[in-house]
């Protein structure tokens, strides 16, 4: 079944605890990227591949570190996590880049990050 | 950097009732893409826009393309309860071919 596999789904960690949520995909996408969801500003784009080994900054950087070591995997870091983290991510992929025509993105389950 | 708006953050319609949310980016893009996301879900790519004007439908649902390419509506007729949800519109290409930015989104609730 094609698919975004995320890694936990919930997890509550304290300040500071380094952290990382795993990402994968089976579906050979070119394009990965992560976003994170808070009440009322919709999903924020944090960074983004367009294949191995590159990477992107998004609207929401800051606090976060991504690697693209391989197609299928695209880890998100949080090296010294804080409260203001806490958040629903997802990752997604897609064969195309969202810039492209015939597009769309698939999108994992989500992980539920609190952070105290 | 790019911006989409998206109105009306909430949406309450009694079955049966036509429903519309809509879309304003900062910039022109060079396509953009509507997603359905559950109560508890993930979000689900619904359709994606990239002619200037176009017009699209999927059963009940009808979504437009402004002319400019900075703007975009969802329309759909006689919701459902099926229906109830997120609606998000995401712009693309405005400033990079890897940047999608989302709307803040719709909550669409349906009572039967």
């Known amino acids: 079944e094609a698919q975004v596999t995320q890694n936990p789904r919930y997890l509550i960690t304290v300040t500071g605890k380094k952290l990382t949520v795993t990402c994968s995909q089976n579906m050979n996408h070119e394009y990965m990227s992560w976003y994170r969801q808070d009440p009322g500003l919709g999903l924020r784009q944090i960074y983004y591949?367009?294949?191995?080994?590159?990477?992107d900054k998004g609207d929401v950087p800051e606090g976060y570190k991504v690697s693209r070591k391989e197609k299928r995997n695209f880890p998100l870091i949080l090296e010294s996590p804080s409260p203001n983290q806490t958040s629903l991510y997802f990752c997604?992929?897609?064969?195309?880049?969202?810039?492209?025509?015939?597009?769309?993105?698939?999108f994992g389950q989500g992980t539920r990050l609190t952070v105290v | 950097g790019q911006q989409v708006m998206q109105i009306p953050q909430y949406q309450h319609v009694q079955e049966g009732e036509d429903f519309t949310t809509y879309c304003n980016s900062s910039?022109?893009?060079?396509?953009i893409q509507w997603y359905k996301q559950r109560p508890g879900g993930h979000p689900v790519f619904l359709i994606q826009l990239v002619k200037s004007g176009e017009v699209k439908k999927q059963k009940r649902l009808t979504f437009q393309f402004g002319e400019a390419k900075k703007n975009s509506s969802l329309h759909i007729t006689a919701t459902q309860t099926t229906d109830v949800g997120t609606y998000f519109c995401?712009?693309?290409?405005?400033?990079?071919?890897?940047?999608?930015?989302f709307g803040q989104g719709t909550i669409l609730t349906v009572h039967p």
């Open positions: 997604a992929s897609s064969f195309l880049l969202p810039g492209q025509e015939n597009t769309e993105a698939f």
């Open positions: 910039t022109t893009l060079s396509n």
């Open positions: 591949s367009m294949n191995v080994e590159v990477t």
């Open positions: 995401a712009g693309a290409g405005g400033t990079s071919y890897g940047k999608l930015t």
